[in-house]
């Protein structure tokens, strides 16, 4: 009877209040009143700033929250025109309106309606008194999300005491499996998902769906579109995602909504008023391009007086390099610090870091490892003004999918591969993304580490360093972001760094491409091709290509004298299949030093299309083919010039490896039907000529020094 009486009431006599218990102000909470204001639905909060006496929630527990809620219902206990929402804060959005889910509430017919999920927790031995659902409806109770008249929940909830220590879940069950008061109260479950959306054991049957150019939660299975979405227990990670979305989060349209809400501004601040810092830099494994990523620490654009600048390096490679930074820049900063130390010691010198920042007072802790190359300076401001308690640069492998970040969780804990993980990692879709785990470079804001008792932890039960300290952050309720409004940088991948090699960076072309060409590509490499420009032809068909950089010739001409097993310039050849060259340099081949697979890739990527560029018409049939590729040495010692031959080639390379003039003179290559000479030859630059029938040629006397040529014969 009671019930009938109240469902006969109309919306607009009644009134939502809702309330939610939250001991702590963290993300999850903020994220729960941001999403009440954009309804504005007033919300209040219970506990919030005392100390939470309801048990660890990972087990049973939370009888608090419903102590909480009977004494802030008490007020109320004689009103039967408000509705009260009880629901949890930290996991849980409102996605609709005062009016919406005051409808929905009524189309029940009910006085109280409880949400529900599909696992009898935490008592499963209850299910069976459970009534029976239709249509796979969720069945059993879960005590996160609660509606009712409150002058009935308040006498609901006084039917009986429950302990701050015992489970809400439970109790609530065991006040509904009680056929007396489930009809004295006209309790009704929300088996449908009409009001409220419990994602675990329900992932899939939920979708987003875009109406009117923004995302509402739809549950496919029942066609609802529940008000409000919890994630709870072991959904959490999911639920996150979602919230990426919603409520009004990101639409395609707009993007991003709410990534600038509270940012901070820097751009007004005199100097000496900018956060303090400290720059963290982790080197714990040998990485290539290290001096590069040195440099790009060097540029990051913050005043260095706000910044401590401190360098741990965990492994002896790098040691030399650090300290020649530090000695170059070191006393530019606030002060720097340079700890070397061994392996063992990571997870500790991560943590000394945290207590370093703490005594130097930081308001933030930039944490970069030596993987992470942050190419655009203005990152630290960036990410700053983000104003995120961590947040993390999305830094990728180029050309690859590999990124700093998981969208989602195995229930292992490892990655997993969320639905919007390439449409991030390919920029189709930007924004500030809470995701369960970052790494390589991150932001943190000082107070996360202030208290040494509650800090954030690399060190956990089997786990790497760095799953270990993003689980700690899940674990403490610290959400963190990933953001890709703008580039950043990007990962080196070190995996195959092999660093017994002479110059190992040179053997880095497939793993680390963007980097190889950064370092080795002559800059004016690309205006190779630029229409305006007629490539340079020093003698008939013989053209003339800025290609390498003078890095590359000095690490290319270090590695072959490292070996040093120059052939003797004879007829015989042992190197070759049938042991006899005709026309014999004192030379190394790739083979030798392992470069020969770098070298047809670099022939690929950067040699083909000059050729296609200026011999129009011909194409190698596949990837250009090159049997002979060689350094060769010319110096009046051992071999000084050669005798005028072919070349068993449809067209040869000829790269200059150093400067004549400086480091040797005469040298040149001759030309003999054309009666021209190049001798002018620039270092990093490369000669094409056709091999056969044309260009007959002889490498001119070196009279003093030694001049270093590298030369392919190119499809054979
Ligand atoms: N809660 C709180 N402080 C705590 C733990 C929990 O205020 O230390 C509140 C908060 O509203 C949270 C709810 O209790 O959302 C339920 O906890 P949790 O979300 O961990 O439980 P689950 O939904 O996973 O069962």
Known sequence: VCGLFFALGSVSSKKLVVFTVASENNDGYNRFIDSANLYNIKTKILGLNKPWQGGNMNGVGGGYKLNLYLEALEPYKNNDNIVVLLTDAYDVVLLADSTTVLNKFIEFNSSIVISTENSCWPNGKLADQYPTVDQNGYRFINSGGIIGYASQLYKLLS?????NLADDQLHLTNLYLNTDLREKFNIKLDNYAKLFQNIYLAEDDIKLKLVNKSYVLENINFNTQPAILHGNGLSKMTFNSYTNYIPNKWSPESGCNTCYDNNLDLSTLKEEDYPIVLLSI???????????FLDKIENIDYPRSRVFLSITTLVDYHKEQVDKFIL????????????????????????????LCTSKSCDYLF??????????????????QLNKKIIAPMLTRPFKAWSNFWGALSSEGFYARSHDYMDIVNYNKTGTWNVPYIGSCYLMKGKILENKYNRPSYKGNNLDYDMAFCKSLRDKGVFMYIDNHHTYGHLIDSESFDITLKNPEVYQIFENRYDWTQRYIHPEYTDNFNPDKKPAEPCPDVFWFPIVTEQFCKEFIEIMENFGQWSDGTNNDPRLDNGYEAVPTRDIHMKQVGLQNV????????VSQLQEHVYLGYYSDGPPRSLMNFVVKYNPLGQASLRPHHDSSTYTINIALNSPGKDYQGGGCHFLRYKCKVTDLKIGWMLMHPGRLTHYHEGLEVINGTRYIMISFIDP
């Open 159 to 163: 039917e009986k005491p429950i302990k």
């Open 282 to 292: 982790i080197v714990d494994k040998p990485t290539p391009f290290f001096d590069e």
């Open 328 to 355: 170059k820049i070191g006393d530019k900063y606030n002060a720097s610090f340079v700890f070397h130390k061994t392996v063992e010691d990571s997870i500790h010198a991560r943590h000394l870091s945290f207590s």
């Open 367 to 384: 944490y970069i490892e030596n993987e992470a190359h942050l190419d655009n300076p203005q990152t630290l401001k960036i990410l700053i």
């Open 599 to 606: 070298w047809l890739e670099f022939l690929r990527l950067y």
